[in-house]
């Protein structure tokens, strides 16, 4: 860039050349002209690109952005000095003083900045119309509040010395830290921490620590931006309006010794903010959380005698009835309670009338259904038995119902039949019988008018309301269940309310980039009707758009409410009514919540009722839905709005019934600490840090940065989805390293899955064992080349040291370099350990000795290993112990999500049953019926340019999710690649055939390829091509398999690159890539001592193709053929390939080319070795 060139038209200049450059096809993407641009800017810009590139990804910059963050700058460059005086200042985006410019090496003048040093970020500004001790500016780079006015200090500790330091390396003093006492809206607020300095000259309000403190602070761009601070009781304190130098000034009064309120909450305040979070749970009830412990993120709570006029209104009853026998159910699903409570007025937003509410004795949680009409109750039986079977693994045993028409059907009672389930009625006119399912509607139906009355919501979203009641009971304390809450109960695992805020309050929903122009609001109000399905996300609606928004970035005003439309009047007024079936006079053995607060020391019972069923008559009934149209959670949505929830219209059934049933994964420190598990999880990663000898703690070298490290939780499942460890990861926030200074190369090779099927086959063959190592810790063992530093983890720094950073002499997780610093670390020991490396599969070692061999296959941090000698095994297993720290998984079972059941006498299965029932799970396709084949024969799809669009990340996750399933697959490996083609811009059309393989995936979960002891070991392929079957652009798809040991061990299905002209064409450059493929596996089976015949034969259905391997024929139709094709030809003569025809009937590989027909497709699925576990009757070992 010139010295007086402007940035739009340097940019100008930039991009004129770059689409010259790829016009002429260089590639030239955003990202590397961005990069270019950055490194070429003048010297007055190297604050700014510190700045972006510390704060921003310019990975994925787009080029418009970089230039309207530079012009903006650039304008402010040109202000004189009488309009503002400013000096751009550095900060580290890790901050809390270890900054450093990153200049250095590059041309632009780098400064030293002593570690110990705090780096000041702001803007000096001659601020006019204000006192300098009254004005505050809010910085979000400042990592410290900062004020230069002895006098406005309450309390001031002088004792605390400290500087910090400007970017023209002038050092300001820090002579004192203490409290100031500020007044906003008439408010005292004490600001705590606060640095006292001299010689600053305007007040600083730290972003940073305002958050610390439990404050949000939200920046609001359009024509009026603003900057707004909120109290999490008290909602928005404070507000200010940029101002003409683009600074965001609080004018506020200061206030000496007065009595003040803390920029905190006191306990006080907690347990009335709480009270109102748990829909008005009994004080009592959340002092029993809290003492015992039953839920994760609750606070200390004080005893509160004050009567809440809102429990009183929305909740009060009269004494309950005396309690009878003494009969509860020892495990999960032995009893459950139902009913029906409605028809309710008003009708919900989708016209809902009742809800039916299922309750397990055992645990006491509790499920909620909503309904249109009570004929519908069955239908939501049957979905609530799926599902809890399917979670549990166990059976209903007993159903308690009353005899409503609903349930005392005779469909009802034959299903239940069929089902093995015992029926127990109460006799007529007695819902004291039924107490507990009938207390429990109660029980909701009470908070629910409680929490629309005290927010004032209309009526009409009394579902929403239901629903949130029930997820709050169900982490609320009960008698039936000892010491802890029904979901712990039922889930084992302590429910965490760290997500609860108050149901109708107001809050701020962050609008995405891609969302909004730069101009538009950066965020919504919006007002709480729930959680979603998403872990710790919010259900807010928009009540201007009519529409609903799921989001995790929210900030709330949870004091406010909505102010309703004119139209809403009547049903904010209009009280809640249903059948009440008596239930003042409800027998009180039901769910006794405490969230009633009533005194209730007995233990919960269940009275005995009659078990047979007696004929009643019940309501006209109406017409089911289909299945695909059942949506048991509808009532809760907003018909206006479905589109949104629905996300391209897929039919997430069960979204809102498993919200938080998934076990949630802490995201914080501060989240996880709290858990036991995880602080054991956090110990052992860094006993093992410590043990390896990773780091040493110094003090950070003048030029150098220390990386900024974060903590990682996950929780490890088995193959049979049950919970194998709690694993807590420490990450170096890699994403800040600069290439050539702290990383260069970063490759490193995995195995592929291609080698993984044949060492398996080659294994079941000769009835070898394979056998699985995991390397503890595996990145920490890599040796860096460079010097790294990084800052002290949280929850472990140093005492008196927290200044300094660790040095690390092995690699952590995160670093860029870190997976080829472990590659190289297990390469070098497998080579001085006698292993050769396979030239044509990195990952793939052998060891010879004698006539014995021994295989190993690195996938990162597994190792997978065969061979024929149990002493070579054990000798190998020893080794590895002694150089690293390794867990013995004993004989293959699990690997990257593939299932592998062996049988030495028999042979080798691998099969993704799990991993394939959790994608039904995820896209909700659990409780749709299974079809016979992925695709309807015949089929072909475009890119339908008229269709309706759907949300085309959906659609990602879906194809992406069905892709790993092709690792054992091979039956969806056409299917999955041609939906693959239009995850662009994908429509409904495209999202139903996705759908459809669902369905298919849903009948064949545990269906697998079967490896054959003893079956052909030589290698065989099948090649085949349809002719111009993309619609779109008339290319063809190439498809090939290779067969060895009874089944697939490689295949592919793929649109070739070239528009074919004939179908021989199409056959030939489809043969061509299965030649490719055929010879790269047949130097890795003879590198493991599985040698083939000389010639290996393809198989093809196209006689010309053959002919046309072998001689240049046909000049006439296949002169115009690439010369790279012809390589086949040249392997032909070599005699390393021959084609060899096969008839259409027996082309395996015409499944990777075109939906074929069911009967062709069956026939095709079996030749591939693919069988189901009941087929196989195999019993796991």
Known sequence: MKMDETIDDYFGRVMKVSNKMRSNGEEMPDSKIVEKILRTLTEKFTYVVVSIEESKDTGNMSIDELQSSLSVHEQKFKKTPLEEEMQALNVNAQGRGRGSFRGRGRGRGGREIDEKEEVLLMAYVELHGAQRSDAWFVDSGCSNHMCGDKGIFSELDTNFTHHVKLGNNHKLNVAGKGVVKLVLKGVSYAISDVYYVPELRNNLLSVGQLQEKGLDVLFKGGEKKTCSIFHPTKGKIAESIMSANRMYVLIAETCGNEEEKCLQ????????????????????????????????????????????????????????????????????????????????????????????????????????????????????????????????????????????????????????????????????????????????????????????????????????????????????????????????????????????????????????????????????????????????????????????????????EEEKKWAWKKNHSAEQNMELEWENKQNEEINEEGDENDAEGEENDAEDENVEVDAQPQPQFGETRVRRPPIWAADYTSGEELSDAEEEINMAKIDVLNVDFLAFMIISDPTTFEEAVKDQKWREAMNAEMNSIEKNQTWSLVSLPDGAKANGVKWIYKTKFNELGEVDKFKARLVVKGYAQEYGVDYTEVFAPVARMDTVRMILAVAAHRGWGIYQLDVKSAFLHGELEEDVYVEQPQGYEVSEKKEMVYKLHKALYGLKQVPRAWFSRIESYFIKEGFTSSPNEHTLFIKRIGGNILIVSVYVDDLLFTGNSAELLEEFKRSMKREFDMTDLGKMRYFLGIEVIQKPEEGIFICQRKYAAEVIERFGMQHHNPVCNPIVPGQKIGRDVAGEKIDATLYKQMVGSLMYLTATRPDLMFVVCLISRFMASPTQLHLAVAKRVLRYLKGTLDCGVWYKRGAMSDLVAYTDSDYAGDIDDSKSTSGYVFMMSGGAVSWSSRKQPIVTLSTTEAEYVAAVACACQAIWMRRILKEISHVQAEEMVVLCDNTSTIKLSKNAVMHGRSKHIRVRYHFLRDLTKQGIITLAYCNTEMQLADMMTKPLKLVSFQKARAAFGMITLSELNLSET
């Open 265 to 556: 909450i006191d306990v006080s305040d907690k347990t009335e903010l709480w009270h109102h979070r748990y829909g008005h749970l009994s004080y009592k009830g959340l002092l029993t959380l809290h003492n015992k412990e039953m839920v994760v993120g609750l606070p200390e709570i004080q005893q509160v005698k004050a009567t809440c006029e809102a429990y009183v209104k929305g909740k009060q009853h009269r004494v309950p009835f005396p309690k009878q026998s003494a009969w509860r159910a020892t495990e999960k699903l032995q009893l459950i309670h139902s009913d029906l409570c409605g028809p309710i007025t008003p009708s919900s937003n989708s016209q809902k009338r009742y809800l039916i509410s299922f309750i397990d004795d055992f645990s006491r949680k509790t499920w909620i259904y909503f309904a249109l009409e009570k004929s519908e109750a069955l239908h939501h039986f049957k979905l609530f038995k799926a599902f809890v079977e399917k979670q549990t693994g166990m059976f209903i045993k007993c159903l308690r119902t009353d005899r409503g028409g609903e349930y005392n059907s005779g469909e009802f009672k034959e299903f239940c039949d069929k089902n093995g389930i015992k029926r127990q009625l109460t006799t007529a006119y007695t819902p004291q019988q039924n107490g507990v399912a009938e207390r429990k509607n109660r029980t909701i139906m009470n908070m629910v008018r409680t929490v629309l009355r005290e927010k004032e919501i209309p009526r009409s979203f009394w579902p929403e309301a239901v629903q949130w009641a029930n997820h709050v009971l169900n982490r609320s304390p009960t008698v039936a269940v000892k010491d802890k809450t029904p979901e712990e109960a039922w889930s084992d695992k302590k429910p965490s309310v760290e997500h609860f805020k108050i149901l109708g309050c107001v809050g701020h929903v962050h609008v995405s980039d891609v969302k909004r122009t730069k101009l538009d609001d950066k965020s919504v109000k919006c007002v709480l009707l729930g959680y979603s399905s998403e872990s710790k996300a919010f259900k807010m609606y928009d009540p201007m758009e009519k529409r609903i928004h799921i989001s995790r970035d929210v900030i709330f």
